[in-house]
């Protein structure tokens, strides 16, 4: 069993930045592939963020390529979502989400509770 939590969301100005972090209770952090998903009111959950267990490979929706950044700290055992050049569009909770081995836009196994991004026009 792997236990998520994540932190960082908040509301923003459209224009700013926020970075979410999701913290993992394993210690097999490093053998998992780990991916970030959104949910706004009233649409379904759609893939945002995807990072290899390694770090070495990443993968983007195109809603957000050129402004989100994946990364990890396998040590911290944390995983993070750079989120800059923010718009109302973006507003949602903010999941994360773990799966051993390759990295996945649909399929995982273990989900955090969320974190809720506002962002203001």
């Known amino acids: 069993q792997v236990h998520l939590v994540e932190s960082g969301g908040g509301l923003v100005q459209a224009g700013g930045s926020l970075r979410l972090s999701c913290a993992a209770s394993?210690?097999?952090?490093?053998?998992?592939?780990m991916g970030w998903f959104r949910q706004a009111p009233g649409k379904e959950r759609e893939f945002v963020a995807a990072?290899?267990?390694?770090?070495?490979?990443?993968y983007y929706a195109d809603s957000v390529k050129g402004r989100f950044t994946i990364s990890r700290d396998n040590a911290k055992r944390t995983v993070y979502l750079q989120m800059n050049s923010l718009k109302p569009e973006d507003t949602a909770v903010y999941y994360c989400?773990?799966?051993?081995?390759?990295?996945?836009?649909?399929?995982?196994?273990?989900w955090g509770q969320g974190t809720q991004v506002t962002v203001s026009s």
């Open positions: 394993t210690r097999t952090f490093s053998s998992y592939a």
């Open positions: 990072i290899s267990w390694s770090g070495g490979s990443t």
């Open positions: 989400a773990a799966v051993q081995g390759r990295p996945s836009t649909y399929d995982y196994d273990y």
